[in-house]
């Protein structure tokens, strides 16, 4: 059997992968995929497009691309509360569709 590989990228959410829970559930129900885990604690969907932010996590999470291009999947897993602020910030500033933001 061919393993799946899965690149997951986040904040501290993404921790939940490799936590021994995960792995437990994932050797009995997802045993055929692998997953590679990088995170940077502090990520936020803002700062991944700020260049001077203080996490650089658009550098990390870019050089972590670059070097896993044998990954199948890419998974992003950013905290909801961020992402939500986000979504409704560009909606109330920039006027976009919630559906498009």
Do not use: R
Not at 20 to 42: A, D
Not at 53 to 78: D, G, P, R, W
């Amino acid at each position: 059997m061919e393993l799946k590989n899965i690149l997951v990228l986040g904040d501290s959410h993404a921790m939940v992968f490799k936590s021994i829970y995960f792995k437990l559930f994932s050797t009995f129900f997802l045993n055929s995929f692998k997953f590679k885990v990088i995170w940077v604690g502090g990520a936020t969907i803002s700062g991944i497009e700020n260049p001077n932010s203080k996490t650089q996590s658009c550098l990390i999470f870019k050089k972590a691309l670059q070097e896993n291009l044998y990954c199948k999947y890419c998974l992003v897993n950013i905290g909801e509360v961020d992402t939500g602020f986000v979504l409704w910030y560009k909606k109330e500033k920039e006027n976009q569709n919630i559906d498009t933001a």
